[in-house]
């Protein structure tokens, strides 16, 4: 018989007030089995504890799919189940729509229920882009995809993605005597593109996981406004970026202070940044970024020439774009 309180009703979570007003429980727990000092880790265990337990979780292969169901073995106490590398969309729009059907046709309770699709970037940025396009594209299914973004494809023994920054050295671009840069494409925007090309998309967000609520309130937001949103998270990665299991946090923190990744949300096509973010908006001086990339090995090869070019990019991407740090068009171009 036809379930005829169904609705499309998300969940209401309403922002954590502070550190000392976020719940105690956990549904990402012990059991895992990732690098010591994994942000991706952290991630998913901020983001499920702010989405709450009625949730669904689903992720595509990678290390948060690897380390954290070895054999017989889980950290995840919410439902989760594991989908292909690039599937990250079809598996939140699938199960979102599977979820309705089944609630339309009260052969399940109605209610609301979180479901949140995670990728890494190689998953997101690269082979799943197609499918989260499309995602973002079905106002009628409430979905949030959330991509943990370590800047390789680390479980297969960091090959460089599309969202690798330039110059970075992995095993696809190690420096050599003959070409110190082998890398040099700059990172993918990501997140911007997919807020400014998904018209019902109504919720895209940057987070770091070094400023932990309100990376939690943009997961809950997220929820609570529904529809597909994206969520996009810069996680340190200690095999990868080669550093000190200890300097996650600090890392996170850097990558904001030199505008390398800047924070922002874009709601409803209103884009707002937050945080320190907002901070530098606002006038507040860039640290310069060779105070992060100096503590990553991934750049112990960059020369003076390096570094100035890496800093003249970011420089760009604040002082030219149209919207800094998001939208990368420019007006015109000097000389033209
Ligand atoms: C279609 C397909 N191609 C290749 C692989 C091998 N593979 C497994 S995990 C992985 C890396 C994924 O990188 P990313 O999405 O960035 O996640 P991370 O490992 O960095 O957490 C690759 C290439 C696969 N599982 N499926
Ligand atoms: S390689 Fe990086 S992302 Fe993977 S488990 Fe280790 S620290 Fe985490
Ligand atoms: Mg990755």
């Known amino acids: 018989m036809a379930d005829t309180a169904f609705t499309n009703a998300t969940q209401i979570l309403e922002p954590f007030k502070g ?47 690897v380390a954290n169901t070895t054999y017989y073995t889980t950290p995840w106490v919410v439902p989760w189940m594991h989908t292909q590398l690039g599937s990250s969309g079809s598996a939140a729009l699938g199960t979102a729509a599977g979820l309705k059907a089944l609630m339309k046709k ?22 799943g882009l197609g499918a989260i396009s499309a995602t973002l594209t079905h106002k009628e299914y409430n979905s949030l995809i959330l991509m943990y973004d370590n800047e390789s494809y680390a479980n297969t023994d960091i090959q460089l993605s599309g969202s690798t920054p330039y110059g970075a050295n992995t ?30 998309c109504r919720y895209v967000a940057t987070v770091d996981a ?29 095999k990868g970026w080669d550093y000190d299991p200890m300097l996650s946090h600090e890392l996170g923190e850097l990558a904001v202070e030199t505008g390398v990744f800047p924070l922002y949300e874009v709601e409803d096509g209103v884009v707002r940044h937050y945080g320190k973010t907002k901070a530098i908006v606002e006038g507040r001086p860039r640290k310069p ?44 171009r000097p000389g033209n």
């Open 106 to 127: 009260g052969k399940m309770k109605s209610e609301p229920i979180n479901v949140i699709a995670f990728c890494g970037d190689g998953g997101g940025a690269d082979m």
């Open 210 to 238: 070094s400023y932990a609520v309100e990376m939690m309130n943009k997961v809950r937001k997220a929820l609570t406004i529904g529809g597909p949103t994206f969520i996009h998270s810069l996680d340190p990665c200690p």
């Open 289 to 332: 970024v060779r105070e992060y990339l100096l503590k990553q090995g991934r750049f112990a090869h960059f020369t003076e020439q390096d570094l100035d070019y890496f800093q003249s990019k970011v420089d760009e991407m604040w002082d030219k774009w149209e919207i800094p740090g998001v939208i990368p068009f420019w007006k015109e």
């Open 171 to 200: 095993t696809f671009s190690p420096p050599g005597t003959v070409k110190n840069i082998l890398h040099t494409r700059w990172k993918k925007n990501t997140a911007g593109m997919l807020a400014a090309g998904h018209p019902e």
């Open 19 to 65: 550190v000392k007003k976020v719940t105690i429980e956990e549904y990402f727990t012990s059991g895992h089995r990732t690098c010591q000092g994994c942000e991706s880790a952290l991630v998913m265990k901020l983001m499920v504890k702010a989405a709450g337990p009625r949730t669904i979780v689903l992720g595509s292969t990678g290390c948060m799919y």
